[in-house]
């Protein structure tokens, strides 16, 4: 514990630095080219590497080592195996070998597989991803791996997402080699994802069978004080939550995570981490890994951490904002603005390769933060609308219609440029205000798509974002091939032009929460897709299967097979939640109603044995309201009930999701809508379940 930083930073992490101490030189060197260039990894290295590993693994306590993998619950998994192998005369040695490394075969029945369960007879495959670094854990070697079918199907995250990564930068290259950068041999996108979350007490938590099946409150009437005092936000942290955060640092930390922010956020109870970015695929890992620990450390602390989207109504869901950029292996983020109209004009050509990626399929981009949680934050007024759109800033946008105008550039700073025929403006950092509404918003020289809800993997959005890149990149590489050297400019002057000409629609920068936003982009032709089953279906049209079997993403069997489980997931969800509302309102809340009817009752009787005079009107007023609740919510029930025997007779997904979305979810709202009448009435002490005043500010 008395380690300093530095020292306490990744010590559980089997680093470069330690590979490279350990590993003899040319297999260090070998194993470097598998990262760097993605090839092919010998027999011989892997098992130097598991030597390596194995021996530093064992140094510092572990017993154990696993393949950690993502399917698509959206959690991680792993099956621990012990290193110990028995040498035939009752002893054991602790052994490791390359081929353990590199695969493993967990059985992947029980893991969803959507429609490609027939295909792939349960067997499954993991295969270690050199480019996560393993680590140690509760004494167990953690080895990041992909995880698919017998017949190389993708049934994790991981898989496609290293699959856009390359994609991408095969086709970055390829337009920065046509653009006459040529040093550049390859790309890697970085992602920062900033992470919310909520804590609540461990006692209270316990007493909420919502929370604990759900993660989310389904009753609850709202505390006298919510967010509207705007103080919670960046406040003075509470001794508990401070001592949590302190300790969520060091065990991320020691994990090789770069923790580097943490804040209050704006609803009671709330807050948020940082890390700082990494490449997509590190930075997904390490997401996945912070969720874990944040959960972890919160049982330490007494605390549970609730990662839902909307555990609590009437106040802010937590989402999760995805910082996303490229960057060449030359060291150059791509979408910093340059100091030369040379570099700006390698910026616009991926600044518009982004727009017109996000514009081409914006359908997809909200899919890939869809689910049954997320659904309850999005088209909110504290998240972004579910209309996709981009926020470029004042001065970029005036930069994109000079181009399209052949007009002057007049910047913010004075600077005037003709930008007419062959010159790109030159401009820097846009220095205009956040905006805080919008779901995709250039800030300065990354994107921040902020859509994703708290609870899900950074993977798909990621997945979805390079490869619409990758293909808009392609698609303008395509324009230019073939043009002569000397009309290159012109070229690519016309194409920045005809791009933000077709493109232009996407771009807003006014306020994503009004209602005339929701008309004008309706006359603009972008989709605004409210709820996960409304999305869903664009996923197996036939453009986006294009898109994903082109670039090798997904095969169409992959994304229909995706398709499933996402509808599966959804409908999966609404429907453990009409199951705990039942037994909440039926077990707890009900009885608890009772309780207090009888002991009104009571009262008025023993009021009229003393005298007739004694007036009951109050208790009687409190009992009729009670009674009528009362009715009210056994009646709804009935009706919860037979829906949620409906939706499960509903075979065919998409239709069942839909029920669900139309039916069980409105009973849902209904019942609370009673439920919270009744708890307003009912005094805290005959309450089987702790209120939103206790879970809001009881930390
Ligand atoms: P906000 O003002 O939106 O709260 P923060 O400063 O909290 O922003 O978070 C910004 C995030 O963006 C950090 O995780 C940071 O590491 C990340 N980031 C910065 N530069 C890049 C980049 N080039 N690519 C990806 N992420 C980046
Ligand atoms: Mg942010």
């Keep these: 514990m008395a380690k300093n930083i530095p020292e306490l930073y990744a010590s559980l992490v089997f680093s470069d630095k330690i590979m490279r101490a350990k590993l003899p030189k040319d297999m260090y060197k070998a194993l470097r080219k598998t990262i760097e260039n993605n090839t092919h990894l010998e027999l011989d290295v892997a098992n130097s590497v598991a030597v390596a590993m194995k021996e530093w693994a064992v140094e510092n306590g572990a017993t154990h080592f696993t393949h950690w993998f993502q399917p698509m619950t959206g959690v991680t998994a792993e099956k621990h195996d012990s290193f110990i192998s028995p040498t035939g005369d009752g002893q054991v040695i602790m052994d490791f070998s390359g081929k353990e490394l590199v695969k493993g075969e967990p059985d992947a029945s029980s893991f969803p597989s959507g429609g490609l369960r027939a295909t792939f007879e349960a067997r499954g495959y993991t295969a270690w991803d050199p480019t996560s670094p393993a680590f140690i854990k509760d004494h167990t070697l953690y080895i990041p791996t992909a995880f698919c079918s017998y017949n190389g199907e993708a049934l994790d995250k991981k898989t496609p997402l290293l699959r856009s990564m390359e994609t991408l930068s095969h086709e970055a290259v390829r337009m920065l080699h046509l653009l006459g950068n040529t040093e550049v041999t390859g790309v890697t996108t970085t992602v920062g994802p900033e992470q919310e979350y909520f804590l609540v007490d461990k006692k209270d938590y316990e007493k909420r069978k919502d929370l604990f099946f759900c993660g989310r409150t389904l009753l609850g009437a709202a505390s006298p004080k919510g967010q509207e005092m705007e103080d919670h936000y960046f406040g003075a942290l509470s001794p508990r939550v401070a001592a949590y955060m302190h300790d969520l640092d060091q065990e991320l930390w020691k994990l090789g995570v770069p923790a580097k922010t943490k804040h209050n956020e704006v609803a009671p109870a709330q807050h948020e981490l940082a890390p700082v970015f990494d490449t997509s695929n590190v930075a997904v890992d390490h997401n996945q890994l912070t969720m874990e620990v944040m959960k972890k450390v919160a049982d330490r602390h007494g605390l549970v951490c609730l990662l839902h989207e909307k555990p609590f109504e ?53 899919i890939s933060v869809a689910s049954a949680g997320n659904d309850h934050r999005l088209g909110g007024n504290e998240a972004p609308p579910a209309i996709v759109s981009i926020f470029l800033g004042d001065e970029l946008t005036e930069v994109l219609k000079s181009i399209e105008n052949d007009t002057f550039f007049r910047s913010s700073r004075g600077i005037q440029m003709d930008i007419g025929a062959h010159m790109l403006p030159h401009f820097t950092k846009d220095t205009t205000d956040r905006n805080r509404t919008s779901p995709f918003a250039f800030t300065g020289n990354k994107f921040e798509f902020r859509m994703l809800g708290s609870a899900a993997s950074v993977a798909t959005p990621n997945i979805v974002l390079n490869t619409a890149v990758a293909h808009a990149l392609k698609e303008f590489s395509q324009e230019l091939e073939g043009v002569k050297k000397e009309d290159l400019d012109d070229a690519v002057h016309a194409l920045l032009k005809k791009a933000i000409k077709d493109h232009q629609r996407v771009i807003f920068n006014g306020n994503g929460y009004t209602q005339e936003w929701v008309e004008e982009a309706e006359r603009r032709g972008l989709c605004n897709l409210k709820s996960t089953p409304d999305a869903l279906p664009h996923f197996i049209t036939k453009k986006s299967v294009d898109l994903f079997t082109e670039h090798k993403i997904f095969t169409k069997e992959e994304i229909f097979s995706r398709y499933e489980i996402l509808l599966e997931n959804y409908s999966k969800t609404l429907n453990i939640e009409g199951k705990t509302m039942l037994e909440m309102v039926q077990k707890d809340l009900l009885p608890a109603l009772y309780t207090y009817s009888r002991q009104l009752s009571e009262t008025i009787l023993s ?89 809001l500010f009881g930390v």
């Design 607 to 695: 009021k009229r044995s003393v005298s007739d005079s004694l007036s009951t009107a109050s208790e009687e007023a409190l009992l009729t309201q009670l009674s009528l609740c009362g009715d009210a919510l056994s009646q709804k029930l009935g009706a919860l009930q037979a829906d949620l025997a409906s939706a499960s007779d509903t075979s065919e997904p998409l239709k069942a999701a839909k029920f669900y979305e139309t039916a069980v979810l409105k009973d849902l709202e209904e019942i609370r809508g009673y439920a919270d009448q009744a708890e307003a009435l009912i005094p805290d002490q005959l309450l089987p379940y702790p209120t939103y005043d206790r879970l």
């Design 314 to 366: 009437g106040i802010n869901g937590s989402g999760k904002h995805n910082n996303w950029s490229i960057s060449t292996n030359t060291g150059l983020n791509l979408l910093d603005p340059g100091k030369t109209p040379a570099e700006n004009t390698q910026f616009l050509v991926f600044l518009l390769a982004v727009i017109k990626a996000v514009d081409d399929y914006a359908d997809l981009m909200r």
